[in-house]
């Protein structure tokens, strides 16, 4: 800080800097070595005017400093004080222990990432940026070495830790920003190529990206493993397209563990991406959370996406639960020769009924060779489950076991809202089942160009629509254009159509096998004409043994059709069949 402590026209300084050295430049820049409190003396003198324009200007305890300055690590035999400031491009390139009952902290006067490069070990260990100075370059890690931080705090480094080889251990260890209610541009944690290293209790506060795994080498799979993992995001900061969040990202050959880890305030919260079309990968999300905060605004176009996968990319998901987003998962362009099968189980997707949110989806798997979902629940979305292909290299093949799909009867519906909507060459298995309070409760559409010869199989599903709510032409179940479908003990309750059958091409017959099929309609309810079963034109299936009450007509069959009927009971119906 400049003073004025003199008058005239001085042409000589000398400053002595009260830790035994001096200057005689006018604006000098001095590094003290050592913490501690020092007083500066600065003697101004006009040469030409003689010693009789000397004047003396004396500051006690002008600065005072924490922290041993560093240049080399190497030359620090023990690191045994509280405090030491890093200066130029020192570097940990020698085994050491920093830290350990005592805390550390270390000041780091330099933009660009020191390098560990050693079997270093940090235990309790702060490092930050000077004071003033909102950021610094982070740590990098490299080399086949024993490193590990535990116990740590790194804050306001702008990729806080990089690790381009080896497998480092980072433990107990805390990444945030100077401003945790602000986010710094870059990522938090930077996993690189080969690298393999072990995360334990992490937490990652404000940062773009919180956790990034890159392995393009193409040469050997990745495994870093995340147990014990909070990625944390401002819920204050608005995000539009050009700043999209993301709390963990991975990217190529990378077999990702994750257990017990937690995902807060991205707009995405975890990414696969996979272009390589010779290998697969197989990440496991274990006891994962995904969250977003109903109150943050993000003025972006695309909305939030729980877990996003794309590509080769075949994922084990185990207890995972996914609240507040606009797209719960999606899933795309997973085609794999050999097949790999992802699963989905005790997946459970959330969404608030206190959001506004138009249009959102809780699942969406578009072009994805096979998927088994277990013990699975969407609820809140005006889409619950999305199931499509239009590519020609392979069948879709999912399975649905137990599977709950669940719309609010509190929210207004500005469109029509779909509680399973498949459509292209999906040969879709779907077991044990609930579809509840949706418009059009499942829609199967097989396409009018479709010409596989699939079976897909509707078994023990229950499609139920809330007599609160005003249904105007909603429709239980909508079958399109399929070859052949088998329905077995399903249940449909409450719409003003139960079930719809029909084909949009001449040259398509649609045989359905429909078996033991219940279709029931509230008296409370008020329905123009409703309709228990409607067989269109082009359908030559079976319909035995099912069941229909409280309908205006019981089944209508179309022009056309040559479905058999066996042993059907038809209750409290104004017209029973009418054809």
Same mark, same amino acid.
């Given at each position: 800080?400049?003073?004025?402590?003199?008058?005239?026209?001085?042409?000589?300084?000398?400053?002595?800097?009260?830790?035994?050295?001096?200057?005689?430049?006018?604006?000098?820049?001095?590094?003290?070595?050592?913490?501690?409190?020092?007083?500066?003396?600065?003697?101004? @003198?006009?040469?030409?005017?003689?010693?009789?324009?000397?004047?003396?200007?004396?500051?006690?305890?002008?600065?005072?400093?924490?922290?041993?300055?560093? !240049?080399?690590?190497?030359?620090?035999?023990?690191?045994?004080?509280?405090?030491?400031?890093?200066?130029?491009?020192?570097?940990?390139?020698?085994?050491?222990?920093?830290?350990?009952?005592?805390?550390?902290?270390?000041?780091?006067?330099?933009?660009?990432?020191?390098?560990?490069?050693?079997?270093?070990?940090?235990?309790?260990?702060?490092?930050?940026?000077?004071?003033?100075?909102?950021?610094?370059?982070?740590?990098?890690?490299?080399?086949?070495?024993? $490193?590990?931080?535990?116990?740590?705090?790194?804050?306001? $480094?702008?990729?806080?830790?990089?690790?381009?080889?080896?497998?480092?251990?980072?433990?107990?260890?805390?990444?945030?920003?100077?401003?945790?209610?602000?986010?710094?541009?870059?990522?938090?944690?930077?996993?690189?190529?080969?690298?393999?290293?072990?995360?334990?209790?992490?937490? #990652?506060?404000?940062?773009?990206?919180? =956790?990034?795994?890159?392995?393009?080498? @193409?040469?050997?799979?990745?495994?870093?493993?995340?147990?014990?993992?909070?990625?944390?995001?401002?819920?204050?900061?608005?995000?539009?397209?050009?700043?999209?969040?993301?709390?963990?990202?991975?990217?190529?050959?990378?077999?990702?563990?994750?257990?017990?880890?937690?995902?807060?305030?991205?707009?995405?919260?975890?990414?696969?991406?996979?272009?390589?079309? $010779?290998?697969?990968?197989?990440?496991?999300?274990?006891?994962?959370?995904?969250?977003?905060?109903?109150?943050?605004?993000?003025?972006?176009?695309?909305?939030?996406?729980?877990?996003?996968?794309?590509?080769?990319?075949?994922?084990?998901?185990?207890?995972?639960?996914?609240?507040?987003?606009?797209?719960?998962?999606?899933?795309?362009?997973?085609?794999?020769?050999?097949?790999?099968?992802?699963?989905?189980?005790?997946?459970?997707? @959330?969404?608030?009924?206190?959001?506004?949110?138009?249009?959102?989806?809780?699942?969406?798997?578009?072009?994805?060779?096979?998927?088994?979902?277990?013990?699975?629940?969407?609820?809140?979305?005006?889409?619950?489950? =999305?199931?499509?292909?239009?590519?020609?290299?392979?069948?879709?093949?999912?399975?649905?076991?137990?599977?709950?799909?669940?719309?609010?009867?509190?929210?207004?519906?500005?469109?029509?809202?779909?509680?399973?909507?498949?459509?292209?060459?999906?040969?879709?298995?779907?077991?044990?089942?609930?579809?509840?309070?949706?418009?059009?409760?499942?829609?199967?559409?097989?396409?009018?160009?479709?010409?596989?010869?699939?079976?897909?199989?509707?078994?023990?599903?229950?499609?139920?629509?809330?007599?609160?709510?005003?249904?105007?032409?909603?429709?239980?179940?909508?079958?399109?254009?399929?070859?052949?479908?088998?329905?077995?003990?399903?249940?449909?309750?409450? !719409?003003?159509?139960?079930?719809?059958?029909?084909?949009?091409?001449?040259?398509?017959?649609?045989?359905?096998?429909?078996?033991?099929?219940?279709?029931?309609?509230?008296?409370?309810?008020?329905?123009?004409?409703?309709?228990?079963?409607?067989?269109?034109?082009?359908?030559?299936?079976?319909?035995?043994?099912?069941?229909?009450?409280?309908?205006?007509?019981? #089944?209508?069959?179309?022009?056309?059709?040559?479905?058999?009927?066996?042993?059907?009971?038809?209750?409290?119906?104004?017209?029973?069949?009418?054809?």
């Amino acid at each position: 800080k400049k003073e004025t402590f003199y008058e005239g026209n001085p042409d000589w300084w000398l400053w002595n800097f009260g830790d035994g050295n001096t200057s005689t430049q006018k604006d000098p820049v001095h590094t003290y070595m050592q913490a501690g409190t020092y007083t500066v003396t600065l003697t101004l @003198r006009n040469l030409e005017a003689g010693m009789g324009s000397e004047a003396t200007q004396t500051v006690p305890s002008m600065f005072t400093f924490a922290g041993t300055a560093v !240049y080399n690590t190497s030359a620090v035999a023990n690191w045994n004080q509280p405090s030491y400031n890093l200066f130029g491009d020192a570097a940990f390139d020698s085994d050491m222990n920093i830290g350990g009952l005592q805390p550390v902290e270390i000041v780091v006067f330099n933009d660009e990432p020191v390098m560990v490069a050693a079997n270093v070990s940090f235990t309790n260990t702060t490092f930050r940026p000077p004071t003033g100075n909102p950021t610094w370059g982070g740590l990098q890690f490299s080399g086949s070495f024993a $490193a590990s931080l535990s116990g740590c705090t790194i804050r306001g $480094a702008e990729v806080p830790i990089r690790i381009t080889s080896g497998n480092p251990a980072i433990l107990n260890t805390q990444i945030a920003t100077v401003d945790t209610l602000n986010q710094l541009g870059e990522t938090g944690l930077l996993i690189e190529g080969e690298a393999s290293p072990t995360l334990s209790n992490l937490e #990652i506060i404000s940062y773009r990206n919180g =956790v990034v795994v890159e392995n393009l080498s @193409r040469t050997r799979v990745s495994t870093p493993t995340l147990t014990n993992v909070r990625v944390r995001n401002s819920t204050q900061s608005s995000r539009t397209d050009e700043d999209r969040s993301t709390g963990i990202t991975v990217k190529g050959d990378a077999d990702l563990s994750m257990d017990d880890v937690v995902v807060d305030n991205f707009d995405t919260g975890i990414r696969f991406e996979n272009t390589s079309l $010779a290998t697969t990968t197989t990440p496991t999300l274990t006891n994962v959370r995904v969250r977003n905060s109903t109150q943050s605004i993000r003025t972006d176009s695309f909305g939030t996406i729980g877990i996003q996968i794309s590509g080769n990319v075949f994922p084990a998901l185990s207890d995972v639960e996914i609240e507040d987003v606009q797209t719960g998962i999606a899933y795309t362009d997973a085609i794999s020769l050999p097949r790999e099968t992802p699963t989905l189980t005790n997946v459970r997707v @959330r969404n608030s009924t206190q959001s506004i949110r138009s249009e959102s989806t809780g699942a969406l798997f578009s072009n994805v060779s096979s998927v088994a979902l277990d013990d699975c629940e969407f609820d809140g979305f005006s889409q619950g489950m =999305v199931i499509s292909t239009d590519d020609t290299r392979a069948v879709s093949t999912p399975t649905l076991t137990n599977v709950r799909v669940r719309n609010s009867t509190q929210s207004s519906r500005n469109s029509t809202s779909v509680g399973l909507d498949i459509s292209g060459d999906v040969i879709m298995g779907m077991y044990d089942s609930i579809v509840d309070d949706y418009d059009l409760g499942i829609r199967y559409n097989g396409g009018a160009q479709s010409t596989r010869l699939s079976t897909p199989t509707l078994t023990n599903v229950r499609v139920r629509n809330s007599t609160q709510s005003s249904r105007n032409l909603r429709t239980g179940i909508q079958l399109i254009d399929l070859i052949d479908i088998v329905m077995e003990n399903d249940s449909i309750v409450g !719409y003003h159509t139960g079930l719809e059958i029909t084909t949009t091409e001449s040259r398509t017959v649609s045989t359905p096998t429909l078996t033991n099929v219940r279709v029931r309609n509230s008296t409370q309810s008020t329905r123009d004409e409703n309709v228990g079963f409607f067989l269109g034109e082009g359908v030559a299936g079976i319909l035995e043994q099912s069941y229909v009450e409280g309908a205006s007509v019981g #089944i209508l069959i179309a022009q056309g059709n040559q479905t058999l009927l066996i042993r059907n009971l038809i209750k409290n119906c104004e017209i029973g069949i009418r054809a």
